[in-house]
């Protein structure tokens, strides 16, 4: 199975992402949606499972995407963030 992978979208899908999912079976947003309008829009490619990330979403967008871990064709996915240092401080 061809999974597509992307995250991030704070409510922008752009075309590159788009053409480079283009061919995925199944598609994971993996956290920082931004806007339910996205996953519309990646629904018109493939099925889509989403995980919540670490930025505030709108709470109707939040309470439909599961917490931090999801299973497709059997693989478990699970989030994790790691707090990295800005240079400079």
Partial sequence: MRI???SDTHGLLRAE????LAG???????GDVGD????DRLREIAPVTAIRGHSRMRWIISASI???R??????????????VASPGG
């Fill in 36 to 39: 339910a309008a996205i996953l």
């Fill in 70 to 83: 999801c299973r497709i064709a059997n693989i478990l996915v699970r989030r994790a963030f790691s707090r």
């Fill in 4 to 6: 597509g992978v992307i």
């Fill in 24 to 30: 995925s079976e199944h598609i994971l947003h993996a």
């Fill in 17 to 20: 992402a788009r053409a480079a």
């Fill in 66 to 68: 599961p917490a931090s």
